[in-house]
RNA sequence: GCGGGCGUGGUGGAAUUGGUAGACACGCCAGACUUAAAAUCUGUUGGGCGUAAGCCCGUGCCGGUUCAAGUCCGGCCGCCCGCACCA
C-alpha cells in the first residue's frame, strides 16, 4: 500500500539517528589511520538571530561537498561558528536598550535552533563565537605576538571617519565616499591608529595568487587588482628657485619615465607635505587646499571635478637637464596616497596631464611617436596619446621604443643618482582600530613613562567590562568610570589601557584555524592545524572576494612569520567557490508600497493581485531578497511546511550554484513533488532479489544506474550541482518506468537502483535518502555507506546510436557495434535508408567517420 | 576609462570542450482518475510549412576558419559585476 512521504515525521528522525552516530564528529589526525582528510567550511553567519535563504543555500553547498566527501572515505572536518562581534549589537543596545552580549548569544541560540532542521552535517563539537573571551584571549595573544615581530604599528593617519556610525572606517569599508553600513558621507579626520603591515605581504600576496588554481578568476582578478602592483621608476627631482626651506628634492614615482623629456611639470597632492607648508604663509595655497576638500570623494564628483590646480612659486630641475626648471604645481587630481602623492605631467603621454596643460597653458610635447605615425605631422589635440611607439624629441633616448626606453632611462637616472627603478603598490596597510565597544579589546597598555606596553599573557584575556552605557554617542569603553584605568605592568604606576577595539574583520582572519583544535592552549594547535589546513573548500558569497580573503590570506602569512603556526603553504584556502545570491520578484501595492510573496496572489487569468483588498499589485524586477523590498521567504516557514529536503532541494537544483537562484512558489512545489516521486519509488520496491540482471532491460537499467553514479558524482566534485540534480531526476523518472517491466532480473536491479538513487540523493537531501535507503532494508545509515563506485564495463554499450549528416545536416542515424571500425562504419552509413535517398542524385566525395560520435558525409 | 563575465525555447538552464542544440526542471496544453476541484499519473510542447513521410529556419548581430561552430577567430551590439584621477 503506497504511502505518502512524511516530512515532519521523517526528519527529526534522521537526526537524532546522525546524532546518536556522531557521524559528524571529526576525528583528530591520531584516530584518523589512513584516510585523507577534507576540510570544507562555509564562511561563518554573523549572528542576526535570522536565517534567510542565502544561508540555506550557502550551507546547503557545503553540506553537498562535506557530506560526499565523507562518503567518499575522508576524514571530513565541516564546523561551524559564529562571527559574533559587529555593529548590529550595539545598534540593538542603542535602539532598544539591550546587553549587546545578551543580544548576541541570544542570537546565537535561536539561529541553532533554525540550523537544526536544515540536517547540516556540522561539527558542533567545535562550535565557537568570537565574543567569547575563549576566542578573543587568542587573538589578543596573536596581536601581541604580530606587534613583536613589527607587524603592528601605530601612527597618526588620516581616517575615513564615519559621522553616524562614530567610527572609523577601512579603505575596504568606504563605498562611493559613503560608509559601507551607514551609507552616509565620510569625513577625513586625523586620528592615532593600529595598523597591520599587510603591505610587507605585498609581493606574496600577488604570487600567492597564481598558485590559487581551484579560485574563481574573477576572485583572484579582484585581488590582484587590489594589490596594485605597480613597475617603474622613483626620480629625484633636485629643487630649484623660491623653495621652501628644507626641502632640497622631490620624490615622484612614475611608470613612465620614457616621456621624461616630455616633462612640463610637476604637481603634488593638495595634502603632500610641501603644499601643506606652503598653505601656513601664503593664503592662495590654503584656498587651494580648503577648495580641493570641498569638492567630495564621490564617483560622481570626481568623474565631472575640473582639473584644478596652483602654481607654488618654485620649480625643480629636470633630471637629465640641470638648465631646464620645471614649475611646481598643486593639483587636485594627484592622491597623496598613491606613490609618492607627486607626479610629473608629461601632457602628450597621459589625458589627465594633458587637461591639466591645456587648462593652465603649460607646454605639450609629444615624445612617443605611434606606429606608422610621421614625426613630422605627428600632433596631440585633446587626446593624450598612451600608447607604445618610437621615442623622439628625447635627445638620447630618441630611436628607442617605449620599452626600451624606460629601461635606458632608468638605467641613466641611477647614474647620475637621481632615481631607480621601483615598484609600487595600490595595497595600503590595514587600519584595525575602532572606537566601538562590541569588538575585541587591542592588548596594551599607555603609560607616560613607559609608552605603549604589551599586557602580559597571564594577564590575557583583556575582558570588555559587562557594564557598558550606550546612553551618549561616542566609544562606552573610552567612558567607562574604571575600566581603562590601570597601572602600567612594567613599571606599576597609573596607566590607561588601550580603548580601541579591533576590526571585526580581525575576527574571521584565523577562525579557520582555530577550528583545527578549539581547545588548544595555543590560539592555533601547530600539529593540528598541519594536519587540517589548508582548508580544502571554502564557499561563500562574493562580496568577500576582497575584504575577508585577503585578510585571511595575509593572517596566514603573519601566523607563519609570528611562529604561531608551521605550513608548506601559507594558503589558507585551497579551493575558494563563491556561491550566487537567492533571488525573488518584487511586489508593489496600488499605493507603491513594497509586499511580501505571501500577501499576494495571482489570479486564474494571470493577474497579481493584494490578497488582503483584492486590489492589482505590480510585480518588479527580480532582485536578492532584502527586507527594504520585502521579498523575502522565510526559511523556517519553508521548512515547517514542506521539510529540510525540499528547502535544500530547492536551492541547488536548476541554476548553477554561482549564479543566482529565482525563488519561486511552483519552484517550491517541483521540489516537493520531486521528493514524493522518490519516496514512491523506493516504498513501490520488489521486497528481494529476482536473479541476475545482466541481460536486457535489466542490464539496460543497471546500464542508467551506473551512468548515474559517474555523472551525479562528478557533478558533485565540478559544483555542478544543477547537472546532478538532473541526473538524480533522470535515474528517479527510469525507475518509475520500470515498475512496469517484469522481465528477467528486474527486481535485482531496481533494489540495486533505489540504493543508488538514495545514495546519489543524500548530499543534497539527506533525509528522505536514509528513509529510501531503510525501506528497501539496507544497513545502517546511507550517511555512513561508502560512495557507490560506477562499473566502468557498465559504462559503455554495445551499440551505438550514430548520427549520419550530409554536407553537416543530419539525414539519419545507424546503430553500430561500439568497436565497429571506420570502414564498416561508413558501409553502414551509406546504406541507411534516407541517407541513401538523399544521396541519389549525388556523388561522395569524402566520409568522415568520428568513431563514436559522428558520420560526416560530404557530397554533391 | 580599466579589468572580468555573460547573451541558447514562454521561463531557469543542459550540451561529454569542435561532433545529433534544447538534457533536467518550471510553465502551458491535452488526456486518465473525480460529481467537481485539488492532488496524482500519462502524453505533447523551439519556430514555420505540410493530411503525412518530410522539408526549411533557429544559440544577440555581421563576417571568417572547418567535413562539421552555441563552442574557435575578427568586428559590432546589449546586459551584469568589480575597480576607478593609482601617475
Redesign the pocket.
Known sequence: MATRYNPKEVEPKWRAAWDEAGVFRAKPPSEAGEKPKAYVLEMFPYPSGRLHMGHVRNYAMGDVVARHRLASGYNVLHPMGWDAFGMPAENAAIEKGAHPGVWTRDNIEAMKEQFAPLGLSFDWSRELATCEPSYYAHQQRIFLKMLENDLVYRKTSKVNWDPVDNTVLA??QV??GKGWRSGAAVEQRELEQWFFKITSYADDLLQGLETLENW???VR??Q???I?K?R?AKIRWPVSGDAPDGVDQID?????PDTLFGASFL?L?PDHPITKRLSETRAEVADFIAECAK?G?S?E???T????GIDLGFTVRHPFDPDWEIPVWSA?????????????G?PAG????L?FARKYDLPVTPVVLPPGADAADHKIEDEAYTGPGEIYNSRFLDGLSTDDAIDAAIAKLEDLDLGEGAT?Y?LRDWGVSRQRYWGCPIPVVRCETCGVVPVPDEQLPVELPNDPDFSQPGNPLDRHPTWKHVTCPQCGRDALRETDTLDTFVDSSWYFARFCNTDSDAPVDREEAAYWLPVDQYIGG??H??LHLLYARFFTRALQTCGLIDLPSAEPFAGLFTQGMVTHETYKSADDKWLPPEEVDQTKSGAWIEIANGRPVTVGGVEKMSKSKKNVVDPTLIISDFGADVARWFVL????PE????W?Q??V??????V??LW?VADAAPDADDGLADTGDALELRRAIHRAIEGVGQGIESF?F??A??????L??TL??AETNSSAGMNTARREGIAVLAQLTAPFAPHIAEECWARIGCKGLVVQADWPTADPSLLTLDT????I?V?????G?IDAPVDANADQIEELALAEM?VAA?LSDKSVR?V?V?PG??????AS
Open positions: 579603505n575596504e563605498i562611493d574563481p578568476e574573477k582578478t579582484m590582484s587588482n587590489w596594485g605597480s617603474g615622484v614615482f612614475t611608470t613612465r604637481a597632492a569638492i570623494t564617483e564628483a570626481i568623474e571635478a575640473p582639473k584644478l587636485n587630481f594627484v592622491l597623496s596616497t598613491y606613490g609618492s602623492g607627486a607626479v610629473f608629461s597621459d589625458q589627465r596631464d587637461d609600487t595600490r562574493v562580496e572576494a576582497v537544483s536548476d541554476s548553477p549564479r543566482d537562484v529565482q519561486t511552483s519552484g512545489e517541483g521540489a516537493w513533488r520531486f514524493q516521486r514512491s555542478r544543477n547537472t540534480v538532473a541526473q538524480i531526476h533522470e528517479t523518472n518509475k518506468k551505438v546510436t550514430l548520427p549528416q554536407n553537416g545536416k543530419k539525414r542515424e534516407k538523399f569524402k568522415i568520428v560520435r559522428i558520420v560526416n558525409i560530404v
